[in-house]
């Protein structure tokens, strides 16, 4: 899905360290690499398939903050091949996740099929 995601992942210091242990040819391939920017029919079904996910954002203080969102299989949903929805219950009430957002609206999805080891990594802005 994430055309961007070097772009986003591999800041500068990053690909210094890749450089450094031996793995920037290997990712600099990968870069290349033509992907899209839209939700792909299989992450669709894989998305429709999780009862879960991670959400991290970032505080004004410059921490990441990362909270586990769940609800019934399939309560994420894919609106469109740009746009995901879901159910935000008010929990403990302590909005750290929402008052992250209204700073920076920028955020990481992670989901997980621990079963066959497979994850999905959405780098996200939140409306």
């Known amino acids: 899905m994430a055309k961007n995601f070097g772009e986003i992942a591999f800041t500068r210091s990053v690909k210094a360290m ?3 242990y031996g793995s920037r040819r290997s990712y600099a391939r990968m870069e290349a690499m ?3 920017t839209e939700i792909s ?3 669709a079904d894989f998305i429709a398939e999780r009862d879960g996910f991670y959400l991290a954002t970032v505080g004004e203080n410059d921490y990441p903050y990362v909270q586990y969102r769940g609800g019934v299989k399939g309560f994420l949903k894919v609106l469109d091949q740009r ?3 879901y159910a935000d219950f008010r929990g403990n009430t ?9 700073h920076n609206d920028k955020a990481a999805l992670i989901l ?3 079963a066959n ?3 999905l ?7």
């Open 83 to 85: 746009t995901l929805a």
């Open 117 to 119: 080891r497979r994850r």
């Open 121 to 127: 990594k959405i780098y996200a802005r939140i409306k």
């Open 94 to 102: 302590q909005y750290i996740s929402v008052g992250n957002l209204s």
């Open 41 to 43: 029919s299989a992450e």
């Open 112 to 114: 997980m099929d621990y």
């Open 34 to 36: 033509e992907r899209g």
């Open 18 to 20: 890749q450089e450094k």
